[in-house]
């Protein structure tokens, strides 16, 4: 089994940052692609950005592009999310998650294993 515990959520200000961390532990060996999802109130939980296991390759949703920057680091069994800019619409529920899938994937159904994740606020 697969453990992710999240951190560095916060309260911020619009056009402030954050940066998220994701720490893995248990079967850290096998090849992950590790993503980040987000869930507001009322609405469904939506893909943000991911990270192939090797780190060469990674993903965003439109609206975070060019103000998020997915990372890793095997070494350390971390995925951190900088976010940059941020925005009141950005306020969520942060969750980290992992998917055994041999292609990386933005759908949260592929994702086998999960953090519990981490409050962002943006106030505006």
């Known amino acids: 089994q697969l453990q992710l515990a999240e951190s560095g959520g916060g309260l911020v200000q619009a056009g402030g940052s954050l940066r998220l961390s994701c720490a893995a532990s248990?079967?850290?060996?096998?090849?992950?692609?590790m993503g980040w999802f987000r869930q507001a109130p009322g609405v469904e939980r939506e893909f943000v950005a991911r990270?192939?296991?090797?780190?060469?390759?990674?993903y965003y949703t439109d609206s975070v592009k060019g103000r998020f920057t997915i990372s890793k680091d095997n070494a350390k069994n971390t995925v951190d999310l900088q976010m940059n800019s941020l925005k009141p619409e950005d306020t969520g529920l942060y969750y980290c998650?992992?998917?055994?899938?041999?292609?990386?994937?933005?759908?949260?159904?592929?994702?086998?294993?999960w953090g519990r994740g981490t409050q962002v606020t943006v106030s505006s």
């Open positions: 248990g079967r850290t060996y096998s090849h992950y692609t």
């Open positions: 998650a992992a998917s055994t899938r041999l292609i990386p994937t933005s759908w949260s159904r592929d994702y086998q294993f």
């Open positions: 990270i192939s296991w090797t780190g060469g390759s990674t």
